[in-house]
């Protein structure tokens, strides 16, 4: 057999290599391997068949650097499904599973040197070195075209040291040892906290956990499921859920297994994981938490301490799905409807989807949370593949908020045409907030309709010249910025098509916001939270922490403050524009739109204080906003299933985006036409081929963009019929073709 291994190093090069017959190798072993005259590690992707006929004897692995291959039989196992699944090379699931910290040695120090090259090193020096000392040539142009001019010594090769040595006396080059960062969160202090006296649902839900564990001990070889399909926990927000989670995490780790914990975003539940610390916190060592923050170093050191089973809680974003804990009791997936548990680069994979088979592979209990299930998790509790858990009650015995609609079409009338941003209601309920000293919070649902630059005259919008979006105006730095690409311009003063001065901004964003409350509510203190706002570090820590200690009155934020926040003394919430995200052509659009109003109002009233919600709509009728109003998940569920089985939409079909992209506007579409023709040929039953369109974002990022929307009974025949297609077609070089299995972006 063929050994595909990945060679340690910044270049991340890929050779293939043959397996001697007496060696164990399988996808996730180190081995060492020769390369030129030399040896050197790596990390083995994959292992294939020989080529039929070669003309060279393959080069041979040389050994196993440690007897085990790194990653766990089990995850070998959910490598090969997902790269199944969804046509992604294995190749690219054991990077993900095996991240680049873990494959390289030498990143277990705290501490590492690092070398630096001098800032100007006269041409004349690099020739000399490059005739008399190859070597040093070679580390000193690393060097300088790295970053800073500085690189770990690790990645200059292995034998680098007596070369850097001479650099260095030469006054080239200097050499220091460089601190790697340390847990930004080691420093907040967490104060313990005690299991509750569970109420009668919570118990309920607990015991049906509790009762599902996989017993320690004895291991098994290829053991039933115990029985133990998943649960789906659906509690209304402020229903206890995270109290559930962590006395079923107690009693995982009282059988002797360990547990894991998927939350949406690591950055924006703070909360949840300070909650999981708290209740941990005499076992602070074993909870480990994967940021996209952690230095190589620390994510090397973190990785093997739950490889290892020294840190017994893992909580993660989505790749920490794939986070090595030997006796797997628990997976637990909380807010199991975000869009964030889809991964949108190679490999794609769904992480609540992959959470629930390596479950199944483990085997081990698996819970997924929320106030608004998945169409696709609740069409499961229907066909009994899950168990479903209900709380239905707020845990504190208060009632859910009142919820109100504005109608802004009767606004706008008011106003004489102009649509207010506040209506006269959000605006009152404002300033009683402020007058009792309560707080509040508005939600801006900006995606797509942020302030964008129009003509009056000719209607022209200022757009990206690299994709096909309106610019959005910053008023902090007086710009146009595009949200895709990040592109920048300065704001014109007449109308780049016409040349009339009457160009103006149109709709509104958080910064719009800020500048209407600063006018009708002066003495209020607010903050602003978005991506914007957030692009210093801790920024969000800060401003959560100011809110929660109540020198803040009103915060205004986008989707980043809709998740996962518990605030006893918010009793407003404000939506501005909870229609906005309707109008994209999407079929999730609504199921998105209930979630996040429901979620958003879910913040409100979370104390002693009753809650007032008040949504400003321009479609205060549609069933996503009127099942919300009255937290009637069950309700909306309904209405939408039924418009999802007559069109033949998830959960009762899955479905695939195949998309073509290319500087070249003919060539995608052409590509994508050829496409086409293929895959209507021999196509398998129960699969719907949708038609060559534009991409809703046809142009981005220079790229011209079209896509296929195909639809399917069954996910494999899907992936598989479109694998076949892809690997028996050369596509042209400009034009890049990607698949998207069970696709959540349809942009
Ligand atoms: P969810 O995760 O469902 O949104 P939380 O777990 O945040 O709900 O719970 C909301 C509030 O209710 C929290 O302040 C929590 O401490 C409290 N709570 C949860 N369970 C109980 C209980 N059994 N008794 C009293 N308070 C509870
Ligand atoms: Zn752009």
Same mark, same amino acid.
């Given at each position: 057999?063929?050994?595909?291994?990945?060679?340690?190093?910044?270049?991340?090069?890929?050779?293939?290599?043959?397996?001697?017959?007496?060696?164990?190798?399988?996808?996730?072993?180190?081995?060492?391997?020769?390369?030129?005259?030399?040896?050197?590690?790596?990390?083995?992707?994959?292992?294939?068949?020989?080529?039929?006929?070669?003309?060279?004897?393959?080069?041979?692995?040389?050994?196993?650097?440690?007897?085990?291959?790194?990653?766990?039989?089990?995850?070998?196992?959910?490598?090969?499904?997902?790269?199944?699944?969804?046509?992604?090379?294995?190749?690219?699931?054991?990077?993900?599973?095996?991240?680049?910290?873990?494959?390289?040695?030498?990143?277990?120090?705290?501490?590492?040197?690092?070398?630096?090259?001098?800032?100007?090193?006269?041409?004349?020096?690099?020739?000399?070195?490059?005739?008399?000392?190859?070597?040093?040539?070679?580390?000193?142009?690393?060097?300088?075209?790295?970053?800073?001019?500085?690189?770990?010594?690790?990645?200059?090769?292995?034998?680098?040291?007596?070369?850097?040595?001479?650099?260095?006396?030469?006054?080239?080059?200097?050499?220091?040892?460089?601190?790697?960062?340390?847990?930004?969160?080691?420093?907040?202090?967490?104060?313990?906290?005690?299991?509750?006296?569970?109420?009668?649902?919570?118990?309920?839900?607990?015991?049906?956990?509790?009762?599902?564990?996989?017993?320690?001990?004895?291991?098994?070889?290829?053991?039933?499921?115990?029985?133990?399909?998943?649960?789906?926990?659906?509690?209304?927000?402020?229903?206890?859920?995270?109290?559930?989670?962590?006395?079923?995490?107690?009693?995982?780790?009282?059988?002797?297994?360990?547990?894991?914990?998927?939350?949406?975003?690591?950055?924006?539940?703070?909360?949840?994981?300070?909650?999981?610390?708290?209740?941990?916190?005499?076992?602070?060592?074993?909870?480990?938490?994967?940021?996209?923050?952690?230095?190589?170093?620390?994510?090397?050191?973190?990785?093997?301490?739950?490889?290892?089973?020294?840190?017994?809680?893992?909580?993660?974003?989505?790749?920490?799905?794939?986070?090595?804990?030997?006796?797997?009791?628990?997976?637990?997936?909380?807010?199991?409807?975000?869009?964030?548990?889809?991964?949108?680069?190679?490999?794609?994979?769904?992480?609540?989807?992959?959470?629930?088979?390596?479950?199944?592979?483990?085997?081990?209990?698996?819970?997924?949370?929320?106030?608004?299930?998945?169409?696709?998790?609740?069409?499961?509790?229907?066909?009994?593949?899950?168990?479903?858990?209900?709380?239905?009650?707020?845990?504190?015995?208060?009632?859910?908020?009142?919820?109100?609609?504005?109608?802004?079409?009767?606004?706008?009338?008011?106003?004489?045409?102009?649509?207010?941003?506040?209506?006269?209601?959000?605006?009152?309920?404002?300033?009683?907030?402020?007058?009792?000293?309560?707080?509040?919070?508005?939600?801006?649902?900006?995606?797509?309709?942020?302030?964008?630059?129009?003509?009056?005259?000719?209607?022209?919008?200022?757009?990206?010249?690299?994709?096909?979006?309106?610019?959005?105006?910053?008023?902090?730095?007086?710009?146009?910025?595009?949200?895709?690409?990040?592109?920048?311009?300065?704001?014109?003063?007449?109308?780049?098509?016409?040349?009339?001065?009457?160009?103006?901004?149109?709709?509104?964003?958080?910064?719009?916001?800020?500048?209407?409350?600063?006018?009708?509510?002066?003495?209020?203190?607010?903050?602003?939270?978005?991506?914007?706002?957030?692009?210093?570090?801790?920024?969000?820590?800060?401003?959560?922490?100011?809110?929660?200690?109540?020198?803040?009155?009103?915060?205004?934020?986008?989707?980043?403050?809709?998740?996962?926040?518990?605030?006893?003394?918010?009793?407003?919430?404000?939506?501005?524009?909870?229609?906005?995200?309707?109008?994209?052509?999407?079929?999730?659009?609504?199921?998105?739109?209930?979630?996040?109003?429901?979620?958003?109002?879910?913040?409100?009233?979370?104390?002693?204080?009753?809650?007032?919600?008040?949504?400003?709509?321009?479609?205060?009728?549609?069933?996503?906003?009127?099942?919300?109003?009255?937290?009637?998940?069950?309700?909306?569920?309904?209405?939408?299933?039924?418009?999802?089985?007559?069109?033949?939409?998830?959960?009762?079909?899955?479905?695939?985006?195949?998309?073509?992209?290319?500087?070249?506007?003919?060539?995608?579409?052409? %590509? *994508?036409?050829?496409?086409?023709? $293929?895959?209507?040929? @021999?196509?398998? /039953?129960? +699969?719907?081929?949708?038609?060559? #369109? =534009?991409?809703?974002?046809?142009?981005?990022?220079?790229?011209?963009?079209?896509?296929? %929307? *195909?639809?399917?009974?069954?996910? $494999?025949?899907?992936? @598989?019929?479109? /694998?076949? +297609?892809?690997?028996?077609?050369? #596509? =042209?070089?400009?034009?890049?073709?990607?698949?998207?299995?069970?696709?959540?972006?349809?942009?």
């Amino acid at each position: 057999m063929i050994a595909r291994v990945l060679i340690d190093g910044p270049s991340e090069l890929v050779f293939d290599y043959a397996i001697p017959a007496d060696l164990p190798v399988v996808e996730g072993c180190r081995v060492r391997v020769p390369i030129r005259q030399k040896s050197t590690s790596g990390t083995v992707l994959s292992v294939n068949p020989p080529p039929e006929q070669s003309e060279f004897a393959m080069r041979e692995i040389q050994s196993l650097i440690d007897p085990e291959p790194l990653i766990t039989p089990v995850l070998l196992k959910v490598a090969r499904w997902i790269s199944n699944y969804y046509g992604s090379s294995i190749e690219s699931v054991i990077r993900s599973i095996l991240p680049e910290a873990v494959r390289t040695e030498d990143n277990s120090a705290k501490t590492r040197r690092i070398a630096t090259a001098n800032e100007n090193i006269p041409a004349e020096d690099l020739e000399k070195l490059e005739k008399r000392a190859p070597k040093q040539h070679i580390i000193l142009t690393l060097l300088l075209a790295a970053e800073n001019r500085t690189l770990p010594t690790t990645e200059l090769g292995d034998g680098s040291a007596p070369s850097l040595k001479s650099l260095e006396s030469k006054g080239l080059v200097k050499i220091s040892t460089e601190e790697v960062r340390r847990d930004p969160e080691a420093a907040d202090e967490i104060i313990p906290s005690q299991p509750l006296t569970l109420n009668d649902q919570q118990q309920e839900a607990f015991e049906a956990i509790k009762g599902a564990l996989p017993l320690g001990g004895e291991s098994q070889e290829d053991p039933p499921l115990n029985g133990s399909a998943p649960f789906l926990l659906l509690g209304v927000t402020g229903s206890g859920k995270t109290e559930v989670y962590l006395q079923s995490a107690q009693a995982a780790l009282d059988l002797g297994k360990t547990v894991l914990v998927l939350v949406p975003e690591i950055a924006l539940t703070p909360q949840t994981v300070r909650r999981f610390k708290a209740r941990f916190s005499q076992l602070n060592d074993q909870v480990a938490v994967l940021h996209s923050n952690l230095s190589q170093g620390e994510r090397f050191d973190e990785w093997h301490r739950i490889r290892t089973g020294k840190a017994r809680i893992v909580i993660g974003a989505r790749s920490a799905v794939f986070a090595p804990l030997p006796d797997l009791g628990l997976i637990i997936i909380d807010e199991e409807h975000e869009s964030t548990y889809k991964q949108e680069n190679v490999p794609r994979y769904q992480a609540r989807d992959v959470a629930v088979l390596r479950a199944a592979f483990e085997p081990c209990t698996i819970v997924l949370g929320s106030a608004t299930p998945s169409l696709e998790s609740w069409q499961n509790t229907q066909n009994g593949k899950y168990q479903l858990l209900r709380l239905d009650k707020r845990a504190d015995a208060h009632s859910m908020p009142l919820v109100r609609v504005i109608d802004m079409r009767l606004e706008k009338q008011k106003q004489k045409g102009q649509t207010p941003i506040l209506s006269d209601r959000l605006r009152t309920a404002l300033e009683q907030r402020l007058e009792k000293g309560e707080q509040s919070i508005l939600f801006l649902n900006r995606r797509g309709f942020a302030r964008s630059l129009q003509c009056h005259g000719c209607g022209h919008t200022c757009e990206c010249p690299h994709c096909a979006v309106a610019l959005t105006y910053h008023r902090t730095d007086e710009r146009l910025v595009c949200h895709v690409c990040g592109h920048q311009s300065i704001v014109p003063r007449k109308c780049p098509e016409c040349k009339n001065a009457g160009i103006a901004l149109q709709g509104y964003g958080t910064q719009k916001v800020e500048e209407v409350l600063q006018k009708v509510l002066p003495e209020a203190r607010f903050a602003r939270i978005d991506a914007d706002a957030m692009r210093r570090k801790n920024t969000l820590k800060d401003i959560l922490r100011k809110f929660k200690s109540q020198k803040i009155d009103i915060l205004i934020g986008t989707q980043m403050i809709a998740k996962g926040l518990h605030f006893p003394n918010v009793t407003l919430v404000g939506i501005l524009n909870a229609d906005l995200g309707l109008h994209v052509p999407d079929f999730r659009a609504g199921e998105r739109t209930f979630q996040l109003i429901t979620q958003v109002a879910g913040r409100a009233g979370r104390g002693e204080l009753e809650g007032e919600v008040i949504v400003q709509t321009f479609t205060p009728h549609s069933p996503s906003i009127q099942f919300a109003r009255k937290h009637d998940f069950d309700g909306y569920a309904e209405q939408e299933m039924e418009m999802r089985h007559q069109f033949r939409f998830p959960p009762f079909a899955h479905c695939g985006v195949l998309t073509a992209r290319s500087t070249h506007e003919r060539r995608a579409e052409f %590509t *994508l036409q050829t496409l086409h023709l $293929r895959l209507k040929e @021999n196509l398998p /039953q129960g +699969i719907t081929l949708g038609e060559v #369109l =534009p991409s809703p974002l046809i142009r981005s990022h220079d790229q011209f963009r079209f896509q296929i %929307t *195909l639809r399917s009974n069954k996910a $494999r025949p899907l992936t @598989n019929h479109i /694998q076949a +297609i892809l690997q028996k077609t050369t #596509l =042209p070089e400009d034009v890049t073709v990607v698949f998207d299995m069970d696709a959540y972006n349809f942009s």
